[in-house]
Every structure is written in structure tokens, then in C-alpha cells.
């Protein structure tokens, strides 16, 4: 039995046995509703917060929301914002021992229209403030950057001009979400901002895509911008068809662009990117070619492993892991220059499946957030999922995964009807649970499965596990409860 005099005993195990082996995992949430991930954030203690919008937790169409995981990829909290009508977080901005920002969209101002959305909230998710940005059109917010003066940039679209089509849209706001300066970009094309990053504490890079009148289509942009708002350089690139960025990233010196095309004539998207040095200077770029769609949609240099190495998302259906009804999503692990070094994997069912976000994390490999649209995911309509990376060589196993509810809390403190022991363990769990459960699993660190009951159950099984640490979770009256489990 888990008892005071063995606890430091079993903490110090459990420290070696978790010192060797790196936390990677794949977790789905579902509820009754549409669910998506959007963005994710890494917290100094490893644990995670992420938004994206659900059905799940009112009658409202659509409502942003925040899910605290544990490091381990569990749930600790969720809490939902927002009015009667859609709301969507694209990002959400950790601030250390501040809060949370939620950057999105949202319907519910009064307009009739979609606006840009910002809620903050305190450490633990309670609202403090929110704020719509209109510009007279249809405006919403794809990425956001947190500066060191503590203001954020938020980049995306609106279509407040005669024309109504994209135009570029950013808005510099303060921390009490006070607009310090906003601009709005673009001609009777599309023009749109996707995706920025901090570069200097003064200067930042924003990607997306611009209308080239002399050519009549939309090209790939790269723009770099004082924090005052002063343009210091921009870019069009792309020369047969019609291009557009989704990411970029500052690795190594250079600015590094990811995004997709569509060749003049053809219908169907393909991977493009393009490398350039802070100043501008073209350095190289690339695109492919293939009778299905392909468009690279995040990518992050990781760290963990020697060398220059990168893990890149990919969206399409032209791959080994595709499967019928949508879109499918694949993390490929590439080397220096963005060559592919042979190793993927997909996390797809049927329907649409896509990863919107992919974040470095504090142990130097990465994390992504996205959703599934596969019915067997959720009751609902879709379902978020997260994807922990934490080896170059074993990514976590994607095949029928446990549904968690997204709305459900984790409860990490000791439940005091509910005993197992010993621990450590050789050969034998044994479970004393005075209070029935509505569940009991167990699990490795990547998440994989070992253990699981719905059932009255004494002892479980041991023998044939590896030496290591293990999970134990368990379900009472809806809520879960998380335990520690060292195998000698």
C-alpha cells in the first residue's frame, strides 16, 4: 500500500526510471459537439494549454475555449468563453505569472458580422477581459506574436473594402487589449496574413499571401516589420500559379517559409517553400508536384537530436497514411535543408483530419494540435486531438485511441477510497476500491495501453511489463483520478 514512509522511496524511482525515457503521446478529446484544436502552448512545467472552438459546452454553435493537459497529456481543466453566436480561438499566448490570451474570432459583438476575438484569463482560465476588433467587414485573427514589451501582434484578414475580398489585417494591442496601431493591406485580390514570428525584440516576419496585379493571381508573402508598425522589407514570390505561406519560423539565421501552390491550370495543391535571410535576400526555394493534394502546413526545428533536424506537418491525400472522406495529416521528420529522411506518420481515420499547430517543446522535440472528423472519434461532429513527440525514431503509436471527454476534469490529488499497492511492483497490482468505478486503465508514458476495465477488479497483471514508470488512471462518478505506478 502507497503509504508516507515509502512515498520519497517511490518518487525517487520513479524520477530514475522517467529521467530515461521521453514523454511522447497521442491523445483524442471528444464531447457531444464539434470539437477542434487550434493552438497549443508548452508551460514552463511541461503541462499544456490549448483553444481551438466546441460545440461541446453550450447551445451556441461554436464557443472558444481553454483545456489545461497535464504533461502528460491528461486533463486538469476546460472552460469555454464567449456569447450566444461562433466563437473561435486560433492561438492562445502564455504570459508567466500572468494569464492566458485566447486570439480568434468571434460573432457574437452584435455586428451581424465576424470580428477579430481576444479574451484574457487568469492562470487558471477565469475571464478577466474580452475585446472585438472591427474594421467594418468581416475580420478574423489566424496568429498572434507576444513581444517583450508584453504587446501582441495579431495578424489575419478583412474584407472591409469595396470589394469585399481578403485584405491583409494587423493589430498591435497592449495588455489590457488596447489598440496601440492597426493596419489593413491588400488591393481586389485575396490578401490575407497567416502566420508570424518574433525575430528581434523590435522586429518580427509575417507570411500569408498577396494579389500580383501584373500576373492576376495571389503570390507567397514574406513581410519583416518594426514593432512600431514601419514596414522594413517585404516579398512576392511564386512564379506558375498561385501561392500561399502558412508558416514561418527563425532557424539558424535565416527565415524559413512553408506553404503551398497551385499551378496554372491545375486544380490540386502542392508543397512550396522558401528560405531567406533577415534581411531579405533569397536563399532558396523549392516546390513539388503530384496528381493529389499536398501543402505544407507547420513545421519546427528540434533540438533533442544532433544536427539540423525538423519535424513538418503535411496536409493531403497523397500518402501511405491516407485514408477516404478528406484531408489527412502527416508529421514527417526532415534533415538539414528540408530533406525528407524517410520517416513519417500519419494520425488519420475517415473525413477530414488536420493539424492546425505545431509548437517545439522544453525537452527539444514537439507537440501538435489538430482534430479528427471520423464519427468513432466522438458522439459529437469532430474531435480534438494532440500529438507529443518525444523520440526521432518511434513516434507514438496512432491506432485506436482511448476518447477522453473534453469537458471531464482530471483530479490529481489523493483519493482516499481508493488504494493500490505495492509499489513499486514486480508481478501483481493489487486494487482496493471502496468507491465503484466507472473505469480503470493503465498506461506507459507514450501513452500506450496496457490495462483496461470497465469491471470490478482486485489485482492486475504485471509480469510482462518492462521496468519503468506507468499511469493508472481511474474513473469515479465521471471524474478521473491520475496515479504513478513504478515497475521494479
Known amino acids: ?72 497529456g491528461f486533463h486538469v481543466w476546460s472552460k469555454e468563453y464567449g456569447g450566444p453566436e461562433f466563437e473561435e480561438g486560433r492561438r492562445v499566448i502564455f504570459v508567466p505569472n500572468y494569464g492566458y490570451y485566447i486570439i ?43 513581444m517583450p514589451d508584453t504587446s501582441i501582434v495579431m495578424f489575419g484578414e478583412t474584407n472591409a ?11 498591435r494591442i497592449d495588455k489590457n487589449g488596447e489598440i496601440i496601431w492597426e493596419q489593413q493591406h491588400g488591393g481586389v485580390g485575396v490578401d490575407y496574413f497567416n502566420k508570424g514570428v518574433k525575430v528581434t525584440d523590435t522586429t518580427f516576419a509575417v507570411v500569408g499571401t498577396a494579389y500580383q496585379a501584373d500576373s492576376l493571381k495571389s503570390k507567397a508573402l514574406i513581410a519583416y516589420y518594426h514593432i ?30 512553408v506553404g503551398e501552390k497551385v499551378r496554372t491550370g491545375k486544380t490540386d495543391k502542392d508543397n512550396y517553400q ?37 519535424f513538418l506537418v503535411t496536409q493531403g491525400n497523397d500518402s501511405q497514411y491516407s485514408y477516404p472522406g478528406g484531408e489527412d495529416c502527416v508529421i514527417n521528420r526532415f534533415s538539414s535543408s528540408f530533406y525528407w529522411d524517410g520517416y513519417g506518420a500519419g494520425y488519420n481515420g475517415l473525413g477530414q483530419d488536420q493539424i492546425n499547430q505545431i509548437v517545439q517543446t522544453n525537452d527539444g522535440y514537439a507537440v501538435t494540435i489538430g482534430y479528427h472528423s471520423d464519427p468513432g472519434y466522438s458522439t459529437g461532429g469532430t474531435s480534438l486531438f494532440i500529438v ?38 514486480n508481478d501483481l497490482l493489487y486494487i482496493d476500491a471502496q468507491s465503484p468505478f466507472d473505469q480503470l486503465e493503465v498506461t506507459d508514458l507514450s501513452g500506450k495501453q496496457l490495462f483496461s476495465t470497465n469491471q470490478p477488479v482486485t489485482s492486475v497483471e504485471t509480469g510482462s511489463w518492462n521496468s519503468g514508470t506507468y499511469l493508472l488512471r481511474f474513473a469515479v462518478g465521471g471524474n478521473w483520478y491520475i496515479r504513478k505506478v513504478v515497475k521494479w
Open 161 to 171: 473594402n469595396p470589394e469585399e475580398t481578403e485584405d491583409q489585417y494587423a493589430v
Open 1 to 72: 500500500m502507497v503509504t508516507l514512509r515509502n512515498s520519497l522511496a517511490v518518487l525517487l524511482l520513479f524520477c530514475a526510471f522517467e529521467g530515461k525515457t521521453q514523454i511522447a503521446f497521442y491523445r483524442v478529446f471528444g464531447g457531444k459537439g464539434y470539437d477542434r484544436g487550434e493552438g497549443i502552448a508548452e508551460l514552463p512545467d511541461s503541462s499544456y494549454i490549448i483553444t481551438g472552438s466546441s460545440s461541446s459546452f453550450e447551445d451556441a454553435p461554436s464557443q472558444a475555449f481553454l483545456l489545461k493537459l497535464n504533461k502528460y
Open 388 to 425: 507529443k513527440l518525444g523520440n526521432d525514431d518511434n513516434f507514438p503509436a496512432s491506432g485506436n485511441p482511448a476518447i477522453y471527454s473534453i469537458l471531464s476534469v482530471e483530479n490529481l490529488e489523493n483519493q482516499p477510497d481508493f488504494t493500490y499497492y505495492p509499489n513499486p511492483v
Open 104 to 146: 480568434g474570432t468571434s460573432s457574437s459583438s452584435g455586428s451581424g458580422d465576424f470580428d477579430g476575438y481576444v479574451v484574457f484569463t487568469d492562470l487558471s482560465g477565469n475571464q478577466q477581459w474580452e475585446k472585438w476588433y472591427d474594421r467594418g467587414g468581416w475580420e478574423r485573427f489566424h496568429d498572434a506574436v507576444l
Open 228 to 257: 512600431d508598425g514601419s514596414l522594413l522589407w517585404d516579398t512576392l514570390t511564386g512564379s506558375n500559379g498561385e501561392y500561399i505561406l502558412n508558416d514561418v519560423q527563425f532557424v539558424f539565421n535565416r527565415l524559413m517559409c
Open 274 to 310: 522558401i528560405f531567406l535571410s533577415v534581411n531579405g535576400a533569397f536563399i532558396s526555394d523549392e516546390d513539388s508536384y503530384s496528381t493529389n493534394e499536398n501543402r505544407y502546413v507547420g513545421f519546427v526545428n528540434y533540438t533533442a537530436s544532433p544536427g539540423d533536424k525538423y
